[in-house]
T-cell receptor
Framework: KQEVTQIPAALSVPEGENLVLNCSFT??????LQWFRQDPGKGLTSLLL?????REQTSGRLNASLDKSSGRSTLYIAASQPGDSATYLC????????FGKGTRLHILP | EPEVTQTPSHQVTQMGQEVILRCVPI?????FYWYRQILGQKVEFLVS????????KSEIFDDQFSVERPDGSNFTLKIRSTKLEDSAMYFC????????????FGPGTRLLVL
């Protein structure tokens, strides 16, 4: 049964710093991996989707990597801004989508 | 850019009442999903729907729940007799070709059962 774990659960960093969010999954036979952003009380915004054949995907200041063999993905955020404050969710499809609990990110102005 | 919409954004109901949550998926998508998120917990899968039938459901999706695509655009989740523990944010999602592709999520309906 697929399980998704995200570390750390919460993170506070000063504005301007680069940071890395971690995601691990137990079953490496995945089709893709998706990173979402969730603002408090709001819906889910898809940030990046990495196909199983890819190693990384980039969108602006965000870069997601995927290492299927070790069951890990990272989301790298460059030059963080207060507007990046949100919960970041990692998710893998297993018929349906299995979500991690998320990392709650707070960027300090 | 097309998006998934959900109504209502908030709903308050009394325990034992029926509620219907509505979703309009992206128009050329073929796969539809419902998820829920209890406050402070993970987003959990409820049900997936394709070709006018349920393709997969979780153990949460018991006989109190049902889904329907009553016309060409709406996708609904009905909870027959709400319980306190049904209080959660309910998200609808859709995708063009199943779980191997990006699922696009709606903004959610916050359901509070009193």
């Amino acid at each position: 049964k697929q399980e998704v774990t995200q570390i750390p659960a919460a993170l506070s960093v000063p504005e301007g710093e680069n940071l890395v969010l971690n995601c691990s999954f137990t079953d490496s036979a995945i089709y893709n991996l998706q990173w979402f952003r969730q603002d408090p009380g709001k819906g889910l915004t898809s940030l990046l989707l990495i196909q199983s054949s890819q190693r990384e995907q980039t969108s602006g200041r965000l870069n997601a990597s995927l290492d299927k063999s070790s069951g890990r993905s990272t989301l790298y955020i460059a030059a963080s801004q207060p507007g990046d404050s949100a919960t970041y969710l990692c998710a893998v499809p297993d018929g349906k989508i299995i979500f991690g609990k998320g990392t709650r990110l707070h960027i300090l102005p | 850019e097309p998006e998934v919409t959900q109504t209502p954004s908030h709903q308050v109901t009394q325990m034992g009442q029926e509620v219907i949550l509505r979703c309009v998926p992206i128009s050329n998508h073929l796969y539809f999903y419902w998820y829920r998120q209890i406050l402070g917990q993970k987003v959990e899968f409820l049900v997936s729907f394709y070709n006018n039938e349920i393709s997969e459901k979780s153990e949460i999706f018991d006989d109190q729940f049902s889904v329907e695509r009553p016309d060409g655009s709406n996708f609904t989740l009905k909870i027959r007799s709400t319980k306190l523990e049904d209080s959660a944010m309910y998200f609808c999602a859709s995708s063009k070709q199943g779980h191997r592709e990006t699922q696009y999520f709606g903004p959610g309906t916050r359901l509070l059962v009193l």
